[in-house]
């Protein structure tokens, strides 16, 4: 059974600085992995899905680090703004046969003005 | 735009009836979930459909029920059996086993009074 810990759970930063989400998750034989972003009251917004044979994967300035061995991603957020602030999501999606999609409890960004 | 449409926005249930929630998707995507999302408890996986007239119990499958009569449809029902319904209700597809990434709805908040 996979299971997903995302570290930290809560996290508050001032604006402009370098930030990392960590994900961890028990099953290794994934195909990829995907990091969600929650609006309050919102459905889920894809940023990013890493393939099990990358590495990493960019979007302006989110990068996503894959690590299947260890069991870890990690989200990097460069010069973080107001607007990041949310709460990011980790999940990676079953394998065949299991279609249980297994989410963290995420992490809760504030961004300072 | 393609996408998946939730309706209604927010739904308020009084005690003993039935509510059916919409879940509509454009993307021609094979497979659709249900999640159930609670404060502080992440996301819980009620029913997935992989192909049409076919669908599957996830986690808290207990007091719901879903049909799967057309390929862009997967319609929610909770039941009177149901006893604690209150909660964000997210719908999700994606395009079905693989490397093919999930795409969420923006969900529907169902509220007993």
């Known amino acids: 059974k996979q299971e997903v810990t995302q570290i930290p759970a809560a996290l508050s930063v001032p604006e402009g600085e370098n930030l990392v989400l960590n994900c961890s998750f028990t099953d290794s034989a994934i195909y990829n992995l995907q990091w969600f972003r929650q609006d309050p009251g919102k459905g889920l917004t894809s940023l990013l899905l890493i393939q099990s044979s990358q590495r990493e994967q960019t979007s302006g300035r989110l990068n996503a680090s894959l690590d299947k061995s260890s069991g870890r991603s990690t989200l990097y957020i460069a010069a973080s703004q107001p607007g990041d602030s949310a709460t990011y999501l980790c999940?990676?999606?079953?394998?065949?046969?299991?279609?249980?999609?297994?989410f963290g409890t995420g992490t809760r960004l504030t961004i300072i003005p | 735009d393609g996408g998946i449409t939730q309706s209604p926005k927010y739904l308020f249930r009084k005690e003993g009836q039935n509510v059916t929630l919409s879940c509509e998707q454009n993307l021609n995507h094979d497979a659709m979930y249900w999640y159930r999302q609670d404060p502080g408890q992440g996301l819980r996986l009620i029913y997935y459909s992989q192909i049409v007239n076919d669908f599957q119990k996830g986690d808290i499958a207990e007091g719901y029920s879903v049909s799967r009569e057309k390929k862009e449809s997967f319609p929610l029902t909770v039941t009177s059996a149901q006893k604690n319904p209150t909660a964000f209700y997210l719908c999700?597809?994606?395009?079905?086993?693989?490397?093919?990434?999930?795409?969420f709805g923006s969900g529907t908040r169902l509220t007993v009074v």
């Open positions: 999700a597809s994606r395009i079905g086993r693989g490397v093919q990434g999930y795409t």
């Open positions: 999940a990676p999606p079953p394998n065949f046969g299991n279609e249980k999609l297994t």
